[in-house]
Each structure stands twice: as C-alpha cells, then as structure tokens.
Nanobody, 127 residues
Framework: QMQLAESGGGLVRAGGSLRLACAAS????????MGWFRRAPGKEREFVAS????????YYADSVKARFTISRDNAKSTLYLQMNNLEPEDTTVYYC????????????????????WGQGTQVTVSS
C-alpha cells in the first residue's frame, strides 16, 4: 500500500509563491499518473492539476492554469506543485493523489475514484 505525504504548505501573501511536495513511499510511484486536488470545508473536492506517469503530459484546471506548474521526479518518488501569483481564493487544503488505472487527463472528470491520498497540506493566502 503506497503512502503519500504532502509538505510545503503555509501562509503567504497574495502574489506570493509556494512549492508543494508529495513524497511517495514506494518506487511504484513511477508507474502511476499523479494529481493534486484541493478541498475547502463544506465543499466538493476540486481538481487542480495532473501529470502522466512519465511527466510528459500535464493538465490543469482553468483557475490555476498559467499560475501553477505540476511536475514529478520519479527517481525521488516525489510529486511537486509550484504555485505562483497566489490569490486568496487558493486558500484551502491541498491533497496529492494517485491511482493504478486510468489516465492523467481523465483525473479531472467528475466521479473519478483514486487509490491513494495524502493527508493534505494547508495553504493560506492573505490579501
């Protein structure tokens, strides 16, 4: 059972940057598409970004496109999310996720299921 652990969250002013990391416990990480979601209290989870197993294909929610960059280092079994020009609306808990089957592109579709989730990391953007 692969474990995922996020880090890098914190408090930043609007316009600032943060880099989230998600460390996987197994080298099997390199076989799976990976993604980032976020969820505010009382709301549905929101797709943020996803990346294919090789890192060659990336996908973004419109709300973060051109501000966030997803990447992965398979040698380190680590997923990243570089977040620039942060806005107060980006404030929430961010989770990394993965699954055995399916594509990175389909991760944004409604009703998708995933095999692994991290515990989340809080991002707070002050205005």
């Amino acid at each position: 059972q692969m474990q995922l652990a996020e880090s890098g969250g914190g408090l930043v002013r609007a316009g600032g940057s943060l880099r989230l990391a998600c460390a996987a416990s197994e080298r099997a990480f390199s076989r799976y598409p990976m993604g980032w979601f976020r969820r505010a209290p009382g709301k549905e989870r929101e797709f943020v970004a996803s990346v294919s197993s090789t890192g060659g294909a990336t996908y973004y929610a419109d709300s973060v496109k051109a501000r966030f960059t997803i990447s992965r280092d398979n040698a380190k079994s680590t997923l990243y999310l570089q977040m620039n020009n942060l806005e107060p609306e980006d404030t929430t808990v961010y989770y990394c996720t993965s699954r055995h089957f399916g594509t990175a592109q389909s991760m944004s579709a409604v009703g998708q299921t995933f095999d692994y989730w991290g515990q989340g990391t809080q991002v707070t953007v002050s205005s």
